[in-house]
């Protein structure tokens, strides 16, 4: 068999040097930052579908603050709590479940604001309310406080029976004490942020 000469063999070596170090350089730095690219390409072409559609919600927006205005409009006042400042609401809200109860025929034994609160871009003002008395008449101040003009809520109710409950006759009817949390809406531009 002849022999190489040796300066053949020095070219193919460098030859082979020369691609193995162009692979290894493909491996090692070009094809990470080619997947590099295509992820960020990736996550470009996201960010701009995002973009498209925020920018089709924000050109919606004045349509949606005319319907926003018009839904304020047409809900008569007498819905929302009255008052120029929460607290003027909440003891509003305060004297009308008073005005109910009396009317119903139950004792409030005690009534106190609760902490406001908003839900669903609706703010809410509320009120404890303590009462006793029959269950027709706890049943009826219920059903009016549900009933009411004004948008009301009863969020909590705990009913009990009264001490002396046991003790009355079969032929009258049971007492029971009633404690509700009462909610009403307030207006969305009453002056409150």
Known sequence: MPEIPRAIRRRW???AATITMLVALYLIVVSPLAA????????????????NRYATTAAKEPEVRKFAALANEVIPDSTFLEGGSDGARSASLQARL?????????????VRSLEPFND?????????????GT?????????????????LFVKNA????????????????PAIEAQIDVYGLVKENAGVP
């Open 135 to 151: 269950v027709s008449a706890v049943h009826a101040a219920l059903a009016a406080i549900e009933e009411n003009e004004q948008l």
């Open 120 to 132: 669903s871009g609706l703010r809410y003002l509320g009120a404890h309310l303590e009462l006793s």
């Open 98 to 110: 008073k005005e109910i109860g009396g009317l119903a025929g139950v004792r409030i034994q005690s």
């Open 158 to 173: 705990l009913l009990r029976m009264s001490a002396g409950a046991l003790s009355t006759s079969t032929t009258q009817e």
């Open 36 to 51: 590099l690219f295509g992820r960020q390409s990736l996550r470009l072409d996201q960010a701009r579908a995002s973009l």
């Open 13 to 15: 070596k460098f030859f």
